[in-house]
């Protein structure tokens, strides 16, 4: 059964950044298309970032591009959000998942964007 650990999140100010991670496990990790994903409380969870399985090609969401890259490490079974220029309307809880293949998904981990 694939797991995710989300971690990196935190409290930080306006024009701040953050870099996240999500750790891998019970797949084969290098095989599978990753995603990001975020949630504000009462609405949809949204993709806001996805990466192929070599980390070649990546895609993002209009409201991050530019300001958000994301990567992957096969070896370690991670990937990574960075983060940059955030706003408070990057505020929310954020997931990794697989998005072509979704499995149950993690805890996720809280980003606040705040003054």
């Known amino acids: 059964q694939v797991q995710f650990v989300e971690s990196g999140g935190g409290l930080v100010q306006p024009g701040g950044s953050l870099r996240l991670s999500c750790a891998t496990s019970?797949?084969?990790?290098?095989?599978?298309?990753m995603g990001w994903y975020r949630q504000i409380p009462g609405k949809q969870r949204d993709l806001v970032a996805r990466?192929?399985?070599?980390?070649?090609?990546?895609e993002y969401a209009d409201d991050v591009k530019g300001r958000f890259t994301i990567s992957r490490d096969n070896a370690k079974s991670t990937v990574y959000l960075q983060m940059n220029n955030l706003t408070p309307e990057d505020t929310a809880v954020y997931y990794c998942?697989?998005?072509?293949?979704?499995?149950?998904w993690g805890q996720g981990t809280q980003v606040t964007v705040s003054s």
């Open positions: 998942n697989q998005p072509y293949n979704l499995a149950t």
């Open positions: 019970g797949s084969i990790f290098s095989l599978y298309v």
């Open positions: 990466i192929n399985t070599s980390g070649r090609t990546t």
